[in-house]
T-cell receptor
Framework: GQNIDQPTEMTATEGAIVQINCTYQTSGFNGLFWYQQHAGEAPTFLSYNVLDGLEEKGRFSSFLSRSKGYSYLLLKELQMKDSASYLCAAMDSNYQLIWGAGTKLIIKP | IAGITQAPTSQILAAGRRMTLRCTQDMRHNAMYWYRQDLGLGLRLIHYSNTAGTTGKGEVPDGYSVSRANTDDFPLTLASAVPSQTSVYFC?????????????FGPGTRLTVL
């Protein structure tokens, strides 16, 4: 079957670094997406990886290992506004997104 | 309008009633999707449309129907609502059909079925 696993909740301190992990199992693979979702709002796109390695975009970076079925989202210099849920989603062979349940990130001052 | 709009924002509905959730996009995207989001679960695909005139079933299609008469609109209908359909419903769109591309989401409809 198809499955995405990510931690339910994480806590970090303002100004610090946090890494949110995601493992996936899909029928075929066409890339790994990360979305951010603030409470009561819609998900918004953060990053896309299809090749192994690290993609950096400002304070956010995303890593992919296809052989391990593993990705992580790295957030640096955490700000209070980064408090949100982070959704991992893998695209299968039919170009459908399989979503994880999301990781709620709590930032403390 | 810019992006995707959904209506209504929220709705309380009696079980057994019929309800249509509206979704409109102005980005001329080919593909559109309906998801439901429940606490502790990931977004689950209800129905999708790769292009105007075609629709397909997602992971949880039972109790829901969709139509795609034109590029912009993708309404979701609950023929006879049940309490288990209480959820937040998101409409999304993406540029390509069967291709890689980010999905853009509407603001969501919070539906409560009593």
């Amino acid at each position: 079957g198809q499955n995405i696993d990510q931690p339910t909740e994480m806590t970090a301190t303002e100004g610090a670094i946090v890494q949110i992990n995601c493992t996936y199992q899909t029928s075929g693979f066409n890339g790994l997406f990360w979305y951010q979702q603030h409470a009561g709002e819609a998900p918004t796109f953060l990053s896309y990886n299809v090749l192994d390695g690290l993609e950096e975009k400002g304070r956010f970076s995303s890593f992919l290992s296809r052989s391990k079925g593993y990705s992580y989202l790295l957030l640096k210099e955490l700000q209070m506004k980064d408090s949100a849920s982070y959704l991992c989603a893998a695209m299968d062979s039919n170009y459908q997104l399989i979503w994880g349940a999301g990781t709620k990130l709590i930032i403390k001052p | 309008i810019a992006g995707i709009t959904q209506a209504p924002t929220s709705q309380i509905l009696a079980a057994g009633r019929r309800m249509t959730l509206r979704c409109t996009q102005d980005m001329r995207h080919n593909a559109m999707y309906w998801y439901r989001q429940d606490l502790g679960l990931g977004l689950r695909l209800i129905h999708y449309s790769n292009t105007a005139g075609t629709t397909g079933k997602g992971e949880v299609p039972d109790g829901y129907s969709v139509s795609r008469a034109n590029t912009d609109d993708f309404p979701l209908t609950l023929a006879s609502a049940v309490p288990s359909q209480t959820s937040v419903y998101f409409c999304a769109s993406s540029e390509g059909t069967r291709s890689v591309g980010e999905q853009f989401f509407g603001p969501g409809t919070r539906l409560t079925v009593l």
